[in-house]
């Protein structure tokens, strides 16, 4: 069981490069989420889909673009990368309850000079 | 609104002491779970426990232990006779409901990091 894949795990941007997170799941999960994660601020949500052909914004989605064309996949892009971008990035996805734990990737840390 | 509180960023402790981290949250809805997430230095973020707002008994599980107190709004976190393994970022989390839109709102604490020294 793959669970939650993150592609890449590491990768180095210039300031004002773009490029795409991939985050798939095999878990048939509604819910789908992007977090960044900076020491001493703990996880904090990017964007966000309920379903298939569905975004949402978080707490901090300025700098970023997402889709959800297939229920399993979640992209993450940025556009024109800037250094305050440099994070951990970590995709989770749950079932459509309340109730429900996060099942998280393993994270991706971009470094953007 | 909705908050979690880790107020304490690091903890040491020798192995085989005991150790509490500590969260206390805030929120008005009277349904809401909280959640505690385990991050090894691997860095993927692992489940540990669930408990929803309407059941108040503490848990034991091998050495992990939860107290869950509504009066005082927190749900702290206990390991017994710690192990170098355990030493990892914690963190508190909080669902809650969206009264309207049916999708719920997961919010995180800050985390703390446990250092368990050999």
């Known amino acids: 069981n793959a669970g939650v894949t993150q592609t890449p795990k590491f990768r180095v941007l210039k300031t004002g490069q773009s490029m795409t997170l991939l985050c798939a799941q095999d878990?048939?999960?509604?819910?789908m989420y992007w977090y960044r994660q900076d020491p001493g601020m703990g996880l904090r949500l990017i964007h966000y889909?309920?379903?298939?052909?569905?975004?949402a914004k978080g707490e901090v989605p300025d700098g970023y673009n997402v889709s959800r064309l297939k229920k399993q996949n979640f992209l993450l892009g940025l556009e024109s990368a800037a250094p305050s971008q440099t994070s951990v990035y970590f995709c989770?996805?749950?079932?459509?309850?309340?109730?429900?734990?996060?099942?998280f990737g393993s994270g991706t840390q971009l470094s953007v000079l | 609104a909705q908050k979690v509180t880790q107020a304490q960023t690091e903890i040491s402790v020798v192995e085989k002491e005991d150790v509490t981290l500590d969260c206390v949250y805030e929120?008005?809805?009277?349904?809401?779970?909280l959640f505690w997430y385990k991050q090894p230095p691997s860095g993927e973020l692992v489940f540990l426990i669930r408990?929803?707002?309407?059941?108040?008994q503490n848990e034991i599980s091998g050495r992990y232990s939860w107290n869950f107190q509504k009066s005082t709004s927190s749900f702290n976190f206990t390991i017994t006779a710690s192990q170098v393994v355990d030493s990892a970022v914690y963190f508190c989390?909080?669902?809650?409901?969206?009264?309207?839109?049916?999708?719920?709102?997961?919010?995180f604490g800050t985390g703390t990091r446990l250092k368990v020294l050999a």
């Open positions: 989770a996805s749950s079932y459509r309850q309340v109730s429900e734990k996060l099942f």
């Open positions: 878990m048939n999960h509604e819910y």
């Open positions: 889909s309920v379903g298939e052909g569905t975004t």
């Open positions: 929120t008005r809805d009277t349904t809401y779970y």
């Open positions: 408990r929803n707002s309407f059941d108040e």
């Open positions: 989390a909080l669902s809650v409901a969206h009264s309207t839109s049916g999708t719920y709102k997961y919010i």
